[in-house]
């Protein structure tokens, strides 16, 4: 079993920066792709990025293309989402999750997930 942990989340006005992280227990982080999604209220949670094991592969949604960065550090079992340019429409709670197959956007693919953390972007 993996536990994760998110971290970084905060209030941050339009244009600003925020990076989150994924902190994960075990020591088979590097067998794991990761993604983050978020959930903003009243809405289904929707895909966000996600790398594979090895880095290699990485995908974002249209709305994040140019902006987000997702990256990993295998030797300290954590994974990052650098948001840059944020805006208001950005504001949602943002988890990440691990799955055992490839890196992608399919949310049932996911294995297990961390709490959240809140990301507030003000006008």
């Known amino acids: 079993q993996v536990q994760l942990v998110e971290s970084g989340g905060g209030l941050v006005q339009a244009g600003g920066s925020l990076r989150l992280s994924c902190a994960a227990s075990g020591r088979t982080f590097s067998s794991y792709a990761m993604g983050w999604f978020r959930q903003a209220p009243g809405k289904e949670r929707e895909f966000v990025a996600a790398i594979s094991r090895s880095s290699v592969f990485t995908y974002y949604a249209d709305s994040v293309k140019g902006r987000f960065t997702i990256s990993r550090d295998n030797a300290k079992n954590t994974a990052y989402l650098q948001m840059n340019s944020l805006k208001p429409e950005d504001t949602a709670v943002y988890y990440c999750?691990?799955?055992?197959?490839?890196?992608?956007?399919?949310?049932?693919?996911?294995?297990?997930w961390g709490q959240g953390t809140q990301v507030t972007v003000s006008s």
């Open positions: 999750g691990t799955n055992r197959g490839v890196a992608t956007m399919r949310r049932e693919e996911y294995d297990y």
